[in-house]
């Protein structure tokens, strides 16, 4: 068994018809981790949806009432980029209920993966890129509001830039934001609020505009394995030197890899699951607990995103199994 809890439900199957989002692998995930045996089934929680009260905490009433009533303007579902249902709404609560269950179980656990969720281009009042609702977004501020915790730090390693999530974290946080590509040393003002946003990132892609996060980590095209893994490095260090979080929230895009259709980094499979294991490391050495989703991940074969998502899984279980 193992020492933490898969978030997982069938309903997280995202209702897009023909569409560059496998919509299909969160089941297949699923499928592997247990014939994989790298799961048992009494590893795995199934969510509920979350509360419209909280979805509430992060996106305002106009957008919600929204989606409630499907009465979002062409040009609103033209920005999604994912046609509208009520289906694909409930799939969007169900996936911010399961981020919710997987930090509630990070706190208890010291780490907690939900096989969805990463939704991080929804902004408070309108969708993006695939996003209707930012569960990271949510997830964090529901346990702020019932008082789990005060401070967290997203850490997204999604080859697109967390936009919904700067956007949302940033209004709260006032402009304390910083935007450095090079290696360069660099004096940080103090950080006063209470959500410290990370994204690294891909810098020629979606989104164009990209509002800056707490640190923004912009990578040239072509980056490979070497240069993320110490991009990766410094920038937790360079966060964790002036913020402490009490809840890490990793969004594990599988989309950096070489063989992605949306991407235009170079990492490897190999690769990738040394990213996991260098954030899962970082965290546990300095006792912080981890929430996973998985974002984003189009590779031209299935399997390997598939794979991808299953390694971050592997990865905590070696980590936090011995
Ligand atoms: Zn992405």
């Known amino acids: 068994m193992l020492p ?97 269950l997987a930090a509630q179980c990070s706190l208890r656990d010291r780490v907690g993966i939900s096989i969805g969720g990463g939704f991080h281009h929804a902004f408070a009042d309108h969708g993006e890129g695939f996003c209707m609702i930012n569960d990271i977004a949510v997830a964090i501020r529901k346990l702020q509001h019932e008082g789990s915790i005060a401070r967290a730090m997203t850490v997204d390693c999604d080859v697109h830039q967390g936009n919904g999530t700067a956007a949302i974290f940033a209004a709260a946080n006032g402009s304390a934001a910083f935007s450095f590509g090079g290696m360069g040393a660099r004096d940080f003002a103090g950080f006063e609020g ?34 993320y893994l110490g991009q990766l490095d410094r920038v937790l260090f360079t966060g964790l030197y002036q913020f402490d979080p009490r809840l890490l929230c990793y969004v594990g895009g599988a989309d950096p890899y070489r063989e992605d259709q949306l991407g235009g980094l170079s990492l490897t499979i190999e690769g990738l699951k040394k990213r996991d294991e260098l954030v899962f490391r970082t965290a546990k050495a300095r006792g912080i607990p981890v929430m996973v989703t998985l974002a984003g991940g189009y590779a031209q074969q299935v399997e390997d995103t598939v794979t991808i998502h299953c390694n971050t899984v592997l990865a905590a279980k070696e980590i936090y199994g011995s």
């Open 4 to 100: 933490f809890k898969l978030i997982y439900s069938d309903g997280y199957h995202l209702p897009l018809g023909e569409h560059v989002f496998p919509a299909e692998k969160y089941q297949l995930i699923h499928e592997q981790l247990l014939r994989s045996t790298v799961a048992a089934s009494d590893d795995f929680l199934t969510p509920e949806p979350a509360r419209d009260a909280d979805i509430l905490l992060a996106h305002t009433s106009a957008w919600v009432n929204k989606l409630r009533s499907g009465t979002i303007s062409p040009r609103e579902e033209l920005m999604l980029e994912v046609p509208y249902s009520a289906e694909l709404v409930r799939a969007f609560w169900l996936a911010a209920g399961g981020s919710i």
């Open 194 to 227: 209470d959500v410290f946003t990370i994204s690294l990132h891909q810098e020629n892609n979606y989104p164009a505009f990209k509002p800056p996060s707490s640190i923004d980590v912009n990578l040239a095209d072509g980056v490979g394995d070497g240069e």
